[in-house]
């Protein structure tokens, strides 16, 4: 492909750098811009995610979640490697408490197979060889490949990294207009591109709309707060999950160890006001309230995939001692109150299909003339990034030829 194309990338966290990363290797553009509303790339959801890099056993086979993880994984665990982001190679054990939730487990099992997942279906006889301190009913599964990476540290090694590659870095500008292949920030500045990805997170469906992409969906985001040990810990080799329902996108309250050895329990999944509303009325943006408010209040009242019950079930573990009595379920370990403190909370910006009355469960990419939006970029979309980069950008090179 001829080197005279510019691409514009708005969006600053892992998504858009990896995407200025891979198009920025393939020396495939004129010139690489990527612009990002924080003073700082990957502030929001990159850097305030558990960490954790999925090994693509949880989703729904020939999804492209499915289609992605797995070599999502190898992909990502292997730039940290090669990077020396700080890293931590625990695994995961994914445990169940009765014959009902064996079955799910197992179907979990059926999926890491199909998607190619590295994953073992293993008795509880041999959980003590894996994670000792985990609780589980006659079975586990074993996912080798479940690592936990330092998300700011990575963002740091992508930071240094695009700038090397002469990615053009514009921080503290926000889209807010749009007009025949020029977009306008908040200080009226103008940028004229050949091809346009919206990698813009929370607000990516926001500035689809803009632009003229109109979708079935809303946002409905939620808030994911944990509670991180004061002390680092020693006692535990490996992650500790429990089945999740399988009808939601959350995975339940779980223990995870962090790349420097500190133990954190969570997430939850409350429901918030705004896709950066993490502390009570804090960063609560206007434009957002009243569709989101609408939406939830419609949600609740009809219970619709089980919203008023999950609203409930989060508001409890509002409160310290409720996570703490959920994760004391997956391990022997006697967890206390005084050794854990609130964490940084993040939030999970989820896409929901108001026509159909369902959450978006899998990623959402609308391509659109010299435009790519990547919509409902949720867990894995982390562990995903690399992976996502190669395959949006193959797409964009098939449009440009």
């Not at 289609?67 to 995961?92: H, M, P």
Request: net charge positive; proline share 3%; glycine share 4%.
């Amino acid at each position: 492909m001829a080197k005279s194309n510019t691409l514009l990338i708005v969006g600053g966290g892992i998504v858009g750098m990896t995407l200025a990363r891979e198009a920025a290797l393939r020396n495939d553009f004129s010139k690489i811009t990527l612009i990002e509303k924080e003073e700082q790339l990957g502030f929001h959801a990159s850097s305030r995610n558990s960490g954790v890099i999925h090994a693509g056993f949880y989703y729904a086979p020939n999804s492209k979640k499915a289609l992605f993880c797995s070599e999502a994984n190898t992909l990502l665990r292997d730039y940290c490697l090669t990077n020396k982001v700080e890293l931590i190679k625990t695994g995961k054990v994914v445990v169940c408490k009765d014959e009902k939730e064996l079955e799910i487990l197992y179907e979990l099992y059926e999926r890491g197979v199909a998607n190619k997942s590295k994953i073992y279906f293993l008795d509880e006889k041999e959980l003590k060889h894996y994670e000792s301190l985990a609780i589980t009913n006659s079975k586990f599964i074993w996912s080798p490949n479940t690592w936990s990476a330092n998300p700011k540290d990575l963002i740091k090694k992508l930071n240094f990294e695009l700038k090397e590659l002469g990615v053009n870095i514009i921080l503290n500008r926000k889209i807010v207009a749009f007009e025949n292949n020029i977009i306008i920030d908040n200080k009226n500045y103008k940028y004229e591109y050949d091809f346009l990805i919206n990698a813009a997170g929370a607000y990516s469906l926001k500035l689809a709309k803009m632009m003229g992409i109109n979708t079935n969906y809303v946002l409905l985001p939620f808030r994911g707060m944990y509670l991180k040990s004061n002390q680092k810990v020693r006692n535990f080799n490996a992650h500790i999950y429990p089945v999740p329902n399988i009808k939601q996108p959350f995975l339940g309250i779980h223990t995870t160890l962090t790349s420097d050895g500190y133990l954190k329990l969570g997430p939850t999944a409350f429901p918030v006001f705004s896709p950066e509303n993490y502390r009570f009325f804090e960063g609560i943006d206007l434009d957002f309230l009243p569709s989101i408010v609408f939406n939830q209040l419609k949600l609740f009242i009809n219970n619709s995939f089980g919203y008023r019950n999950l609203a409930f079930q989060e508001f409890n573990n509002l409160f310290k001692d409720n996570i703490l009595s959920a994760a004391q379920k997956l391990t022997k370990y006697k967890l206390n109150s005084k050794d854990f403190s609130w964490y940084t909370p993040g939030i999970r910006a989820q896409l929901f299909d108001n026509k159909n009355e369902i959450l978006e469960m899998d990623f959402v990419n609308v391509k659109n003339s010299n435009q790519y939006h990547i919509l409902n970029s949720i867990s894995p979309a982390w562990t995903c990034s690399f992976k996502t980069a190669k395959y949006v950008i193959d797409e964009i090179e098939k449009i440009i030829k």
